[in-house]
């Protein structure tokens, strides 16, 4: 009776067969020696599997390729002699296999050069005295029977890849090779890999780096780590790259090398082939396609971007007619990706629910890719395969689901179908596997950059305005871009402050770097300047505490700003620079201007710093435009030539449309850093406040002089008599409570807006007076403020510099 073990390794030696089979129908492909020598791995246990073939002159066995661990784990050598006392001497002299236990090796000091963990050993000659195949197993017990027969069957499938090209007797090498000596860097071409490059044999100087010079800065990575490979890669490698070509578009170009160990005067080398790619069969080898898409995903920043770089990379060369890609979210499948992506080439159910997310989405109504979810492996239908509807639409000539593994769990699925009959080959079913590990990884970090550029989102959005203020007279739209290359916060903002008296405060700024540093001192400086703006100081104060401030804070950054106080009513402004761009103007004729306001430093640079004022006139109709250095700046762009297009573009803008003027402005950026912008036009006000102000004595009839001043500007604005005494009964109260309860001046100022009179008292004090919860009949005091608040439609209090202002609106009648 045959014990469940025996039929187990039964089982996996018909599997082994069955494996190397399939990897022995295609003699010429590049990798096969290294995937013949992987099913030691699979099917023997082993850590390490490498094949030694012996030399020009046959008295030294040298390591051509490997698999697993590295050598020097075991203290295995890249070159034993053919003839001695090793085992590997032993098995290439005899032509029988040598299996050496741990107790064996401790006997044998020719076996390994180092000590190391127990291991067993298995030495096995390769037909035809061609070489040696030498594995290491780390598991108790050694190579047992099945181990042993599945380690000889993998001998005999061993094909020694084809010989390294030769320097022929006149010194020069076949027009497509190379042999680079990895000691000193110098190279030997043919002329036909120069021709490729595009030099000639005078132009070369004999060094790799010349070469690599050519070559895109994105591959030079992946051709660096075969061309300063070291010992612990010997083998064949293949590789693709891509070079520039004179005209300026890349070409791919295919190296397929070995490393060849140093020998006694000779260093290590690399010596192979370069063709052209795209010359070659059109039936490119899967390494090429998976080192591609995984080119590919390397720069795939967004789920988005994932999913079009897979589909990209697999429906081309494996001529489906569709291909769909869906993240897996909370048991949920979610297309990112259709292609094509026309409702009209999918089935009729997706088409009659055709949205973001499957028809009936959730994974367990869908039994087929439940099961492959499950598994966690490629699954392949033919075209006679019976599937659920929704699937069997897909692909009718067949289908192919592969869930995409990362971190443990299954990330998403892609659904790969083709309309005619499609037969599935070993390699097609090697690449969708490896697509499918490249892909799941991505998909994870793509899903985590979503994630976090959402966060960074989120945090940019509540740091800046969520809405603008509505103004008298103007209206003012922002934009917000955030940079294109990273994920960090960043420390451009922007804020229109209504003020009294119908003036506006428009402030732009931009903090140094981009991080979470930023972004706080960016917040700190957006509430300083809208306070100090609020308290009534002038623009170069506003700007000149909030310096000191952020010198006070001892931080190791700066910040530039610009700030503009717009008075609606007069239509001018004045302007503040604090290491900032200048404000562009679009007069109501078309024409530009940048307008040369004098600046100060940098915020947070120098402590006692001047900080001037320019003035700017504003006619109704124009464009007041301020940006940030990173829709005027860019690599290739000067700032001053930045600024010249932003004005042009600006100029050749409609102000009416003040929304897509913002949208057109960023839309002609070449940018990688984060952009704010802010426009304001200029109308003019329909109807302009009547103003007077007094300044009020402190003499024993202050109030009396206050209600004499108050009652001659109402009748010269046409007031009549009928509201004069509540009017001057406000006046009276809050002039009198300014002259007790405060030293230093006083002002009253009176402003009629459309039946709507403001009266407000300035005084030195930061003191709001208290309205008292109660009051008795013998309180000798606190009854001015009730009588304020009964009388007026609202009051209230506002700090001003060095101060506050008491106020309070009336409305008077026809």
């Known amino acids: 009776m045959v014990s469940e073990g025996a039929a187990v390794r039964g089982i996996r030696t018909e599997r082994a067969e069955i494996a190397l089979e399939t990897l022995t129908g295609d003699p010429g492909a590049p990798d096969r020696l290294r995937r013949v020598l992987e099913q030691a791995l699979v099917f023997a246990g082993a850590a390490f599997a490498g094949v030694y073939t012996p030399g020009d002159d046959g008295t030294v066995l040298r390591l051509a390729e490997s698999a697993g661990l590295p050598r020097t784990f075991f203290g295995l050598r ?80 061993i094909a020694l890849p084809a010989p390294l090209p030769t320097v022929s007797d006149t010194g020069e090498l076949p027009a497509d090779a190379f042999s680079l000596a990895m000691d000193t860097g110098r190279i030997k071409v043919g002329d036909g890999i120069l021709g490729l490059f595009g030099m000639s044999r005078d132009d070369f100087d004999g060094k790799v780096e010349t070469l690599l010079g050519r070559t895109l800065p994105e591959d030079v990575p992946a051709l660096m780590s075969v061309v300063e490979a070291d010992h612990m890669s010997i083998g064949d490698r293949e590789l693709e790259f891509r070079i520039l070509e004179p005209s300026g578009s890349p070409k791919w170009l295919r190296l397929r090398g070995r490393m060849v160990p140093a020998a006694e005067g000779r260093p290590a080398r690399l010596a192979g082939t370069v063709a052209d790619a795209s010359t070659l069969r059109s039936d490119v080898t899967d390494v090429a396609r998976v080192q591609r898409l995984a080119a590919a995903l390397a720069t795939a920043g967004t789920v988005k971007d994932v999913s079009q770089a897979v589909a990209t990379a697999l429906r081309g060369p494996l001529k489906a007619d569709r291909i769909a890609l869906a993240e897996l979210e909370n048991e949920r ?28 989405a959730p994974v367990r109504a869908m039994p087929t890719l439940a099961a492959a979810l499950r598994e966690g492996r490629p699954r392949i239908w033919p075209v006679t395969t019976a599937l659920e509807p929704a699937l069997a639409e897909v692909g009718p000539g067949g289908l192919a689901v592969l869930p995409l593994p990362a971190g443990g769990r299954m990330a998403g699925i892609c659904l790969i179908g083709w309309d005619s009959p499609h037969e599935f080959g070993s390699d097609e079913r090697a690449l969708l596997t490896a697509a499918a590990g490249l892909a799941g990884q991505a998909l994870m970090r793509a899903h985590a950059f979503d994630a976090e550029h959402e966060l960074v989102g ?47 405060a428009l402030v732009i700024g931009d903090v140094q770097g981009h991080s979470a540093a930023a972004a706080t001192l960016m917040g700190q400086m957006r509430t300083a300047l809208r306070a100090y703006a609020a308290e009534g100081h002038t623009p170069d104060v506003v700007v000149s505490h909030t310096n000191r401030l952020l010198m006070d804070m001892e931080s190791d950054l700066f910040a530039t700003c610009c700030y503009v106080d717009v008075d609606m009513e007069a239509g001018t402004a004045w302007c503040v620079r604090a290491g900032h761009l200048q404000p562009v103007l679009r007069h109501p ?184 919860a109660s009051i008795g009949w013998e309180a000798t005091g606190g009854r001015g403020i009730l009588l304020v608040e009964a009388v007026s439609a609202a009051w209230g209090t506002v700090p001003v510099s060095g101060g506050k202002q008491v106020w309070a609106d009336l409305v008077l009648e026809d």
């Open 589 to 772: 004729d078309g024409t530009t201007e940048i307008a040369t306001a004098e600046g100060g430093p940098p915020l947070g640079v120098v402590d006692q710093a001047d900080f001037p004022m320019t003035q700017l006139s504003l006619r109704p109709g124009t464009l007041l435009a301020l940006t940030t250095d990173g829709l005027v700046e860019s690599p290739d762009t000067d700032i001053d030539d930045g600024m010249e297009r932003f004005a042009r573009h600006l100029g050749a803008s409609d102000p009416s449309h003040l929304g897509l003027v913002a949208d057109g402005l960023l839309g002609n950026a070449h940018r990688t850093d984060d952009v704010a912008l802010l426009l304001m036009r200029y109308d003019g006000m329909a109807v302009r406040p009547l103003r007077e102000s007094w300044t009020v004595w402190r003499v024993p009839e202050a109030a009396r002089h206050a209600r004499r001043f108050s009652r001659r500007t109402l009748r010269s604005w046409g007031v009549t008599d009928d509201a004069m005494d509540t009017v001057l009964l406000v006046v009276s109260e809050l002039v009198t409570n300014a002259l007790i309860h405060t030293d230093g001046p006083v002002r009253l100022d009176l402003t009629l807006v459309d039946h709507r009179l403001r009266i407000a008292v300035a005084d030195a004090s930061p003191r709001s007076p208290v309205k008292p």
């Open 458 to 504: 989120m945090l940019q959005r509540a740091l800046l305005p969520r809405r603008l203020p509505r103004l008298p007279g103007a209206l003012a739209v922002a934009r917000y871009l955030p940079p294109t290359e990273g994920l960090e916060v960043g420390g451009d903002w922007y804020d229109v402050i209504p003020l009294t008296d119908n003036h506006v």
């Open 78 to 157: 890249d070159a034993y002699p053919a003839v001695g006392r090793s085992p590997a001497a032993e098995a290439y002299g005899t032509g029988r296999p040598v299996w050496l236990a741990p107790e064996e090796l401790a006997d044998c000091p020719d076996a390994r050069r180092t000590p190391s963990q127990e291991f067993s050993l298995a030495v096995l000659p390769v037909p035809g005295r061609a070489g040696l195949l030498v594995v290491v197993s780390e598991r108790d017990g050694g190579f047992g029977p099945e181990d042993r027969a599945c380690l000889e069957l993998i001998a005999d499938a």
């Open 333 to 360: 499948l979610v297309v990112t990706v259709l292609d094509p992506p026309d409702a009209e080439s999918w089935p009729e159910l997706w088409r009659t629910e055709w949205r973001t997310e499957w028809p009936d």
